[in-house]
């Protein structure tokens, strides 16, 4: 039943999915007070799902269905910690828009464009959480997939990030400041998890690091079969799981948020996952455990 409720995209689905996510976020209320910043929050997310969708839709990541949205929701539910407005936030979503042009090289239009604007979008999320260049790595492997390594496909994407840096190196020169800029490229190696050893935390991804491997177990080999789009498409969405997961370890100032940078190719794996599934009383079983499971994550 459910399963076949979110089969296809419909505007129904949205409703239902919006009204989901209005329900987490009511619950984390439940540990702050209501204040502007709330506000501030509920249209943030809003636009992560906007633009979320649009990459998803756009570049035909999954069938024409919701369970990549459907996920996306859940797993903020699994994490409630991850509804706060700080700058990891706006970083996550800069990567998200930087994503639009990683899985938007496939097509052959105004590929210059694209290169430069990739460049520039990670060159602003470096400002705000310098770790987030290492998503460089999959911009250049999308390059490699989709297009073909010439001097102008490797050197325009570096201009647009370089015209970033340049400009805040000149803000700071010209402030006196040029402190901030070093701290930059002061890159610490070392990473510390304590944040993430409370029990919730260590159950939750166990249970959607099963499913992810399950997913991936399933789709890879049909993914891989056919050479389309979607096969490159596929690698880039497991190669964007691996740098996001080395760059939440990273980042020194752990809160929550930085989650969202895992959430947005997990919810993609578990969503060309849960399609595979012949008979729909096991996705439901699924969904509805999983369900069951982020409420039991937010009482532990």
Same mark, same amino acid.
């Given at each position: 039943m459910l399963a076949?409720f979110?089969?296809?995209?419909k505007?129904?689905?949205?409703?239902?999915l919006?009204?989901?996510?209005?329900?987490y976020?009511?619950?984390?209320?439940?540990?702050?007070e209501v204040?502007f910043? !709330?506000?501030?929050?509920?249209?943030?997310?809003?636009?992560v799902?906007?633009?979320f969708n649009?990459?998803?839709?756009?570049?035909?990541? !999954?069938f024409?269905n919701?369970f990549?949205f459907?996920?996306?929701?859940l797993l903020?539910?699994?994490?409630?910690d991850v509804?706060?407005?700080?700058?990891?936030f706006?970083?996550?979503?800069?990567?998200?828009l930087f994503?639009r042009k990683?899985?938007n090289?496939?097509?052959?239009?105004?590929?210059f464009?694209?290169?430069?604007d990739g460049g520039?979008?990670l060159g602003?999320?470096?400002l705000?959480?310098p770790?987030?260049?290492?998503?460089?790595v999959l911009f250049?492997?999308?390059i490699y997939l989709?297009?073909?390594?010439?001097?102008?496909?490797?050197?325009?994407p570096l201009?647009?990030y370089?015209?970033?840096i340049?400009l805040f190196f !000149?803000y700071c020169?010209?402030?006196?400041k040029?402190?901030?800029f070093?701290q930059?490229?002061?890159w610490?190696?070392s990473y510390n998890?304590?944040f993430?050893?409370?029990i919730?935390y260590?159950?939750?991804f166990v249970?959607?690091?099963i499913?992810v491997?399950?997913?991936?177990?399933?789709?890879?080999?049909k993914a891989l079969?056919?050479?389309n789009?979607?096969?490159?498409?596929?690698?880039?969405t497991?190669?964007?799981l691996l740098?996001s997961?080395?760059?939440?370890?990273?980042?020194?100032h752990?809160?929550? !948020?930085e989650?969202?940078?895992?959430f947005?190719?997990?919810?993609?794996?578990l969503?060309n996952?849960f399609?595979l599934?012949?008979k729909?009383?096991i996705?439901d079983?699924l969904l509805?455990?999983?369900?069951?499971?982020?409420?039991?994550a937010?009482v532990?």
């Amino acid at each position: 039943m459910l399963a076949n409720f979110f089969s296809k995209s419909k505007p129904v689905n949205f409703i239902v999915l919006f009204a989901l996510f209005l329900s987490y976020f009511s619950f984390s209320l439940f540990s702050k007070e209501v204040s502007f910043e !709330t506000a501030k929050e509920l249209i943030g997310f809003i636009a992560v799902f906007g633009v979320f969708n649009f990459v998803i839709t756009k570049n035909k990541l !999954t069938f024409d269905n919701s369970f990549a949205f459907l996920f996306l929701i859940l797993l903020i539910g699994f994490f409630p910690d991850v509804i706060h407005i700080d700058k990891t936030f706006f970083a996550c979503l800069i990567i998200l828009l930087f994503s639009r042009k990683v899985y938007n090289l496939q097509s052959p239009k105004n590929t210059f464009y694209k290169l430069f604007d990739g460049g520039l979008w990670l060159g602003v999320s470096f400002l705000i959480e310098p770790y987030t260049a290492l998503f460089g790595v999959l911009f250049y492997i999308s390059i490699y997939l989709h297009q073909r390594f010439t001097y102008q496909t490797l050197l325009i994407p570096l201009l647009g990030y370089g015209c970033v840096i340049f400009l805040f190196f !000149t803000y700071c020169f010209w402030y006196d400041k040029t402190e901030i800029f070093n701290q930059l490229f002061n890159w610490n190696l070392s990473y510390n998890i304590d944040f993430y050893t409370d029990i919730k935390y260590v159950l939750s991804f166990v249970f959607i690091g099963i499913l992810v491997f399950y997913s991936l177990i399933l789709k890879t080999p049909k993914a891989l079969s056919v050479l389309n789009n979607f096969r490159k498409s596929w690698i880039l969405t497991f190669v964007y799981l691996l740098i996001s997961s080395v760059v939440v370890l990273l980042i020194p100032h752990k809160t929550g !948020t930085e989650l969202l940078l895992l959430f947005f190719p997990i919810a993609i794996i578990l969503a060309n996952g849960f399609e595979l599934f012949q008979k729909k009383w096991i996705s439901d079983v699924l969904l509805l455990l999983f369900f069951a499971c982020s409420i039991l994550a937010n009482v532990l």
